[in-house]
């Protein structure tokens, strides 16, 4: 089992929706950070949470601590913001960087 | 401009030629590391560095070297380079403690031994 998992693995939607793209993680963290990869490929962090919530813009992160769970939330989705969106958690062992598979995003106009 | 800097872009080598990838930073940042992107395997870590002259080794960090002997500087060593070493590579670092984005990635080296 992965210590990183993420779902949806693909997620399509309408301009406009609201998204929510989960990630659960099954070991000891020290933070946790969502990142997102363009279609060109290159990669963007987007938050490093290590408890509570943060927002930039349209786009929300929770992470709950006691449940090994983070939630990333895009509000008015529009179709810039498709691209591939992946969970890393910083175990509090070391400084290594555990990635989930990352969720595939489209919005479509 | 911050930014985190890998040199070259794109690459194609033979089966074992020594080749090293760059990565530069101009941000001070103390931690740098080096991750390998695959289909199906997503991404995952080769080595990484907490500060000058202090490197551990990440998830995969087989067939690779790396030094630090410069905070900037965090080049990735492939001293004999096998097939299954095709991938897309990235740099990243960032700061140590405190608040912020977290990481900042250079743009990737795409990989081909053939």
């Known amino acids: 089992k992965n210590e990183v998992e993420q779902s949806p693995q693909n997620l399509t939607a309408q301009e406009g929706e609201f998204i929510t793209i989960n990630c659960s993680y099954s070991?000891?963290?020290?933070?946790l950070h969502w990142l997102q990869q363009h279609p060109g490929g290159g990669i963007v962090s987007l938050f490093m949470?290590?408890?509570g919530k943060k927002k930039h813009g349209r786009l929300i992160a929770t992470i709950n601590i006691q449940e090994k769970h983070s939630s990333l939330h895009i509000t008015a989705s529009h179709p810039r913001d498709s691209a591939v969106y992946i969970c890393?958690?910083?175990?509090?062992?070391?400084?290594?960087?555990?990635f989930g598979e990352g969720t595939q995003l489209t919005v479509n106009p | 401009e911050a930014q985190v800097t890998q040199n070259p872009r794109y690459l194609i080598t033979v089966t074992g030629k020594k080749l090293t990838v760059t990565c530069s930073q101009n941000?001070?940042?103390?931690?740098m590391s080096w991750y390998r992107q695959d289909p199906g395997l997503g991404l995952r870590q080769i080595y990484y560095?907490?500060?000058?002259?202090?490197?551990d080794k990440g998830d995969v960090p087989e067939g690779y070297k790396v030094s630090r002997k410069e905070k900037r500087n965090f080049p990735l060593i492939l001293e004999s380079p096998s097939p299954n070493q095709t991938s897309l590579y990235f740099c990243?670092?960032?700061?140590?403690?405190?608040?912020?984005?977290?990481?900042?990635f250079g743009s990737g080296t795409r990989l081909t031994v053939v």
């Open positions: 990243a670092s960032r700061q140590r403690g405190g608040e912020g984005l977290g990481y900042t």
């Open positions: 070991v000891g963290i020290s933070a």
């Open positions: 949470l290590s408890s």
């Open positions: 890393a958690v910083r175990k509090t062992s070391g400084s290594r960087l555990t």
């Open positions: 941000m001070n940042h103390e931690y």
């Open positions: 560095s907490m500060n000058v002259e202090v490197t």
